[in-house]
């Protein structure tokens, strides 16, 4: 059983940058691709960002590409989100997920979520 869980989450001003994190544990998520979706209110869940297990895949939604890098720390079992040029719109829970296969990512449901950390950003 994988579990994932997430901090650093807040709140912000425009323009800054906040960073979370996302501690796995399970024999095997090292070797899953693992990364975060978000889902602001009144919205449907959405893709943000993935990296495979070394790291070497990433994927991006546009709205965040140049402003977010996902990252992970295999020896820690964790995968990083950092976000630079926040704005009002980046306003969301923040869900870490992980897929078994990269082939997965951005193609189907992740097999295993995280609880979500709330990043807000005031204007």
């Known amino acids: 059983q994988v579990q994932l869980v997430e901090s650093g989450g807040g709140l912000v001003q425009a323009g800054d940058s906040l960073r979370l994190s996302c501690a796995a544990s399970?024999?095997?998520?090292?070797?899953?691709?693992m990364g975060w979706f978000r889902q602001a209110p009144g919205k449907e869940r959405e893709f943000v960002a993935a990296a495979n297990w070394g790291g070497g895949n990433t994927a991006y939604a546009d709205s965040v590409k140049g402003r977010f890098t996902v990252s992970r720390d295999n020896a820690k079992s964790t995968v990083y989100l950092q976000m630079s040029s926040l704005g009002p719109e980046d306003t969301a829970v923040y869900y870490c997920a992980a897929w078994v296969l990269w082939a997965q990512v951005r193609a189907t449901t992740p097999a295993y979520w995280g609880q979500g950390t709330q990043v807000t950003v005031s204007s």
């Open positions: 399970g024999r095997t998520v090292n070797t899953y691709p």
